[in-house]
Antibody, heavy 115, light 109 residues
Framework: VQLQQWGAGLLKPSETLSLTCAVY????????YSWIRQIPGKGLEWIGE???????RYLSSLKSRATISIDTSMNQFSLKLHSVTAADTAIYYC??????????WGQGTAVAVSS | SYVLTQPPSVSVAPGQTARITCGGN??????VHWHQQKPGQAPVLVVY???NRPSGIPERFSGSNSGNTATLTISRVEAGDEADYFC????????????FGGGTKLTVL
């Protein structure tokens, strides 16, 4: 199974970050589909995830701004993060999770927020 | 929320054994997973559920977890093992969320 992600890499403050991840070579069912970000030079931060039936959960601090959705017909899932600021500048990864662990990762998308 | 603590760096000579720790309150009661991230690349799962290796990961990578510390052990370290290593758990103590340690930079001398 491979994950291929894409989306806009440069945003202005207050805009909405929008990323999509396609799942190739496997069924969506039975897994969670996660978004994780990494501020340059820092660690990893889980943003949230969605499962096959559309149930989602989020990091508490981002819950008010993040929306993760899934399109089973296209084998894709998406992240929208509203009202971005410079603090949201990071590399964003999509990932496929099974039970407790993150099983595989997308290639990452660098997103910069600057006026 | 649950906190995982890793040493910022570990250094080891080629052929020696590297041990990277991941500390957390009663982490032994959770399943710990380890991800390797080489410069400019996405992370890769190297150990899951404390002790298991995904297919394609060398037997030199092993894990353990007890009490307040989980450990990733890399035997017969090679230059290609130089990377950042992150531990990860699923935290069910409050809002359910996936939690990462801060990462450990493994340097092969």
């Amino acid at each position: 199974v491979q994950l291929q992600q894409w989306g806009a890499g440069l945003l202005k403050p207050s805009e909405t970050l929008s990323l999509t991840c396609a799942v190739y070579g496997g069924s969506l069912s039975g897994y969670y589909y996660s978004w994780i970000r990494q501020i340059p030079g820092k660690g990893l931060e889980w943003i949230g995830e969605v499962n096959y039936d559309g149930s989602s959960r989020y990091l508490s601090s981002l819950k008010s701004r993040a929306t993760i959705s899934i399109d089973t017909s296209m084998n894709q899932f998406s992240l929208k993060l509203h009202s971005v600021t410079a603090a949201d500048t990071a590399i964003y990864y999509c990932a496929r999770s099974y039970d407790d662990y993150i099983l595989s990762w997308g290639q990452g998308t660098a997103v910069a927020v600057s006026s | 929320s649950y906190v995982l603590t890793q040493p910022p760096s570990v250094s080891v000579a080629p052929g020696q054994t590297a041990r990277i720790t991941c500390g957390g309150n009663n982490v032994g009661s959770k399943s710990v997973h380890w991800h390797q991230q080489k410069p400019g690349q996405a992370p890769v799962l190297v150990v899951y559920e404390d002790i298991n290796r995904p297919s394609g990961i060398p037997e030199r990578f092993s894990g353990s977890n007890s009490g307040n510390t989980a450990t990733l052990t890399i035997s017969r370290v090679e230059a290609g093992d130089e990377a950042d290593y992150f531990c990860q758990v699923w935290d069910t103590s409050g809002d359910h969320q996936r939690v990462f340690g801060g990462g450990t930079k493994l340097t092969v001398l």
